[in-house]
């Protein structure tokens, strides 16, 4: 007999995750690898943001919270959604969770059924379909291309929605691909959603606050679909709060009930002086707040240069990319060719070899659901990223 469950067994392991402990393993050897792997923020978390958790562990918020979190921390998150996104979430629509990761999968928990279908555009984060297996659900994926910013159009939704749709999954800005939509392209998503009145959306807008091209645009902005909508976000990029783990939902009342008492059975709260800490984060209007500008502003100078690097790689097609720190580069020109006799045919060859033969620590498109692609972050040095494209450069031209 299996000791080990069937649906553990089947589940993927990050691939992200996975490659950046290769990365480290190989450090840890002496070698002198370059991670581009990990999405983290390489900032340290604001100070105003430290002493808030400060204050509160010497005001003795040591005890469990309430399991969707403090009432002043939800109170601050409903707030900072009418600031920035315009969106009218009560403090009861709100759950905080340990880190987007948790939120995330809690929402596909409390609305798939076995054999419900859920549509994802690829590529998408690669936790999004794990979430979905978990919960016996149906992946859909809708295909985007570089060619559209891959972005999902309103015929292509369309085309994709079948009586057994009961979700819709997507980020923006985007992980892997650094893209966005606008409040016009959102609106044409919208209007094809609104005409199937079955269908829950869940968007995922962790990188908001790494936006390069105006305002963030949230798809629950349109009234038709409001009740519907799940609008995901927490503090791990904007913030530079990887490590303190807070990711929070605005949803529909019956959902956000429905995901406190999972997460009441499941984790109960997240930690009392991170949610603490939330509050003053909240409070940080990303319109003035030179924390936030500084970052998205570095962010911006690293995309630029990565940009121009990756340019002038031959036979490298790439967008550029809008928000989120990251790039996802079309080297499938490089497929069939070989180095030392070993051919490298698809992403996962590309990652290794990079890894291998560079020291550069990139993850295999794959992962997203796009094996034409590598994914590199840029959340490291001007100085380290340079070096970095310098040798995937090098390495691609040994490719015979």
Same mark, same amino acid.
Not at 41 to 68: G, L, Q, S
Not at 109 to 116: F, T
Not at 217 to 233: C, H, K, L, M
């Given at each position: 007999?299996?000791?080990?469950?069937?649906?553990?067994l089947?589940?993927? =392991? /990050?691939?992200?995750?996975a490659?950046?402990?290769?990365?480290?393993?190989l $450090?840890?050897q002496g070698k002198?690898?370059?991670?581009?792997?990990?999405?983290?923020?390489?900032f340290n978390?604001?100070?105003?943001? $430290?002493?808030a958790?400060k204050k509160a562990?010497?005001?003795?918020?040591?005890?469990y919270?309430?399991?969707?979190?403090?009432?002043?921390?939800?109170?601050?998150?409903?707030?900072?959604?009418k600031?920035?996104?315009?969106?009218?979430y009560a403090?009861?629509?709100?759950?905080v969770?340990?880190?987007?990761?948790?939120?995330l999968?809690q929402v596909?928990?409390?609305l798939? !059924?076995?054999g419900?279908?859920?549509?994802?555009?690829?590529p998408?984060?690669?936790?999004?379909?794990?979430?979905?297996h978990?919960?016996?659900?149906?992946?859909v994926?809708?295909?985007t291309?570089i060619? !559209?910013?891959?972005?999902m159009?309103p015929?292509?939704?369309?085309?994709?929605?079948?009586?057994?749709?009961?979700?819709?999954i997507?980020? /923006?800005? /985007?992980n892997p691909?650094?893209?966005?939509?606008?409040?016009?392209?959102?609106r044409g998503?919208?209007?094809?959603?609104?005409?199937?009145?079955?269908?829950?959306?869940v968007?995922?807008?962790?990188?908001?606050h790494?936006?390069?091209?105006?305002r963030?645009e949230?798809i629950?902005?349109f009234?038709?679909i409001f009740d +519907?909508?799940v609008t995901v976000?927490?503090?791990?990029?904007?913030?530079?709060?990887?490590?303190?783990r807070?990711g929070y #939902?605005?949803?529909?009342?019956? #959902?956000?009930?429905?995901? !406190?008492?999972l997460?009441?059975?499941?984790?109960?709260?997240?930690?009392s002086?991170?949610l603490?800490a939330?509050?003053?984060?909240?409070?940080?209007d990303?319109?003035t707040s030179q924390? #936030?500008?500084?970052m +998205?502003e570095?962010?911006? +100078?690293?995309r630029?240069m990565?940009?121009?690097?990756?340019t002038?790689?031959?036979?490298?097609?790439?967008?550029m990319?809008?928000?989120?720190f990251?790039f996802f580069?079309d080297v499938?020109?490089?497929?069939?060719?070989?180095?030392?006799?070993?051919?490298?045919?698809?992403?996962?060859?590309?990652?290794?070899?990079l890894?291998?033969?560079?020291?550069v620590?990139?993850?295999?498109?794959?992962?997203?659901?796009?094996?034409?692609?590598?994914r590199?972050?840029?959340?490291?040095?001007?100085d380290?990223?340079?070096?970095?494209? +310098?040798?995937?450069? =090098?390495?691609l031209? !040994?490719?015979?």
């Amino acid at each position: 007999m299996e000791i080990i469950s069937k649906r553990v067994l089947t589940m993927s =392991e /990050s691939e992200t995750l996975a490659m950046t402990a290769k990365a480290r393993e190989l $450090k840890a050897q002496g070698k002198d690898v370059i991670s581009l792997s990990i999405g983290e923020p390489d900032f340290n978390t604001p100070e105003v943001i $430290k002493e808030a958790a400060k204050k509160a562990i010497d005001d003795n918020f040591t005890h469990y919270p309430p399991v969707p979190g403090y009432a002043d921390t939800r109170e601050a998150i409903s707030r900072k959604f009418k600031r920035d996104n315009n969106l009218d979430y009560a403090p009861e629509q709100i759950v905080v969770s340990t880190g987007g990761k948790q939120a995330l999968y809690q929402v596909v928990q409390v609305l798939v !059924n076995p054999g419900d279908e859920v549509i994802i555009p690829t590529p998408f984060w690669v936790s999004y379909k794990e979430f979905v297996h978990l919960a016996e659900g149906v992946v859909v994926p809708l295909k985007t291309t570089i060619e !559209n910013k891959f972005k999902m159009t309103p015929e292509q939704l369309e085309a994709a929605i079948t009586p057994k749709t009961k979700l819709i999954i997507f980020s /923006s800005p /985007s992980n892997p691909t650094g893209m966005l939509y606008s409040k016009e392209e959102l609106r044409g998503l919208a209007q094809v959603i609104a005409r199937h009145e079955n269908v829950y959306v869940v968007c995922d807008e962790i990188y908001e606050h790494i936006n390069y091209v105006g305002r963030h645009e949230s798809i629950a902005q349109f009234p038709e679909i409001f009740d +519907r909508v799940v609008t995901v976000n927490g503090l791990a990029k904007g913030f530079a709060m990887t490590g303190w783990r807070v990711g929070y #939902i605005g949803a529909p009342l019956a #959902i956000a009930k429905a995901c !406190n008492k999972l997460q009441g059975q499941v984790t109960s709260a997240t930690c009392s002086i991170a949610l603490k800490a939330c509050v003053c984060a909240m409070e940080m209007d990303p319109a003035t707040s030179q924390d #936030i500008i500084n970052m +998205r502003e570095t962010f911006r +100078r690293r995309r630029d240069m990565v940009y121009q690097l990756l340019t002038e790689i031959p036979g490298v097609k790439v967008a550029m990319p809008e928000g989120a720190f990251y790039f996802f580069p079309d080297v499938s020109s490089y497929y069939g060719k070989s180095f030392n006799g070993k051919k490298i045919e698809n992403s996962t060859d590309m990652a290794f070899y990079l890894l291998n033969e560079a020291n550069v620590a990139t993850v295999m498109g794959s992962a997203f659901g796009d094996d034409t692609c590598i994914r590199l972050s840029y959340a490291t040095s001007e100085d380290l990223l340079r070096e970095a494209l +310098r040798r995937i450069k =090098e390495a691609l031209a !040994n490719l015979k």
